[in-house]
């Protein structure tokens, strides 16, 4: 028989490795959801951002603010023929959440620090509207279009569905990988920056 004294430093331990790893929680998420109020966007399969390249690994510093409130958090996203896999990381370098999407069924691991309520695949939707083909984006939409709009930058566009602006994306290069990229999503008042890091 165990004695008490063994039992609780086994526990002590697992509780630090689950503090250490934030206790990650595995979901199946549904590769199509709702992009604004009114429109709704499926994940389109990863072969329609590579055109010519075998594989793309883009990381990524992003700045959310929302209101009051402002995060910043690290992203490293990987492209292949087969699949895309989005993982976020805290400043500090804690795992919290990482997404595979193959084209068909999309996995998610995230910290239950981030609690049940957050979606991480809606920041991978937000990913191929960013970097995917307009064309190919549009296929993907329900209710909404996103289109090339004039503005003071090099390259904008605009997700627009039938309430209208929803989702401004401005480009500081036309080379979207290369660029620093700011999206606001007007009705739910937030505003990401998007800087790549080398």
């Not at 010519?52 to 958090?73: L, P, R, V, Y």
């Not at 090099?154 to 209208?164: P, R």
């Amino acid at each position: 028989m165990l004695k008490r004294s063994h039992v609780i430093k086994v526990l002590s331990a697992l509780l630090l490795l689950c503090a250490l790893a934030s206790c990650s929680q595995q979901f199946a998420r549904k590769s199509c959801m709702a992009i604004t109020s009114q429109a709704q966007y499926c994940l389109a399969p990863t072969i329609n951002a590579l055109k010519a390249q075998s594989e793309i690994t883009q990381s990524q510093m992003i700045s959310m603010s929302h209101g009051q409130d402002n995060h910043e958090i690290l992203t490293q996203l990987e492209l292949t023929p087969q699949r895309m896999t989005l993982v976020g990381l805290a400043p500090l370098g804690q795992a919290l959440f990482t997404l595979v999407y193959d084209g068909h069924t999309l996995q998610s691991e995230q910290s239950s620090l981030l609690g049940d309520t957050f979606n991480a695949e809606y920041l991978m939707a937000i990913m191929q509207l960013i970097y995917w083909p307009t064309e190919q984006v549009n296929q993907q939409l329900t209710a909404a279009q996103l289109l090339a709009t004039p503005c003071e930058n090099t390259l904008c566009k605009l997700l627009v569905d039938a309430d209208g602006e929803q989702i401004r994306i401005n480009y500081s290069e036309l080379n979207p990988w290369q660029a620093n990229i700011s999206v606001t999503i007007k009705s739910a008042d937030i505003l990401l920056h998007i800087t790549p890091l080398e």
